[in-house]
């Protein structure tokens, strides 16, 4: 909320203030956990390291798995979005990715009519940015972790025919069975590490 109170002092009036209003009076109750599920799959590129195994590989007594990635055409989906995102664990590097973009899409705004699918679709594209930063999101003190997360997400609330499995724990896991892509292309098993 930060960036786009700073973007609504820079912009007073128009199309721009319009839908910063909008988007600063709702951003809490229209956060994308607020409105989607979202499944994860996270993964470290730091291959065989030594915090990985202590903190993730049950201090050694795990399995990494590596994997790379393969040419393969992208599946087509209406419902079912996916992308796999490196994770950001710098606030001021996210802040000014923020601001340059939220910048763009308010010089936009400018530029048009204050009709409202103008402010729909500005509204749209600001929303569509804050859940993409903070999916990429996380503090400081993990970057060691050098995470890359597979995001899936669908694109309207109901009709999603998500998995379920019971862990060990007993707790149920619900899950999306999709192909891990990376670039639009996909990702493979490539060699077994064991701690």
């Not at 909008?22 to 951003?27: E, I």
């Not at 209406?78 to 923020?98: C, G, N, P, Q």
Request: charged fraction near 25%; glycine fraction near 6%; proline fraction near 3%.
């Amino acid at each position: 909320t930060m960036v786009a109170q700073a973007c609504r002092q820079k912009y007073a009036t128009g199309t721009p203030a319009k839908v910063l209003d909008v988007f600063l009076a709702n951003y809490l109750g229209s956060m994308i956990t607020q409105m989607r599920t979202i499944y994860l799959s996270c993964f470290s590129v730091a291959r065989d390291d030594e915090s990985q195994w202590r903190e993730y590989g049950d201090f050694g007594r795990g399995v990494c798995l590596g994997i790379r990635i393969l040419e393969e055409p992208v599946p087509k989906s209406a419902d079912i979005v996916s992308a796999t995102l490196e994770v950001d664990y710098s606030e001021t590097s996210l802040r000014d990715w923020l601001e340059d973009i939220f910048g763009k899409i308010c010089l936009e705004l400018a530029c048009v009519d204050p009709s409202y699918s103008n402010r729909e679709a500005g509204l749209s594209a600001l929303y569509r940015v804050a859940a993409f930063a903070s999916i990429r999101a996380k503090r400081d003190k993990w970057k060691n972790e050098q995470e890359v997360r597979h995001v899936t997400f669908t694109r309207h609330k109901t009709g999603v025919d998500f998995k379920e499995r019971t862990s060990t724990t007993g707790r149920v896991i619900r899950y999306l069975p999709v192909s891990l892509r990376a670039g639009g292309k996909l990702i493979a098993l490539d060699e077994i590490i064991i701690g």
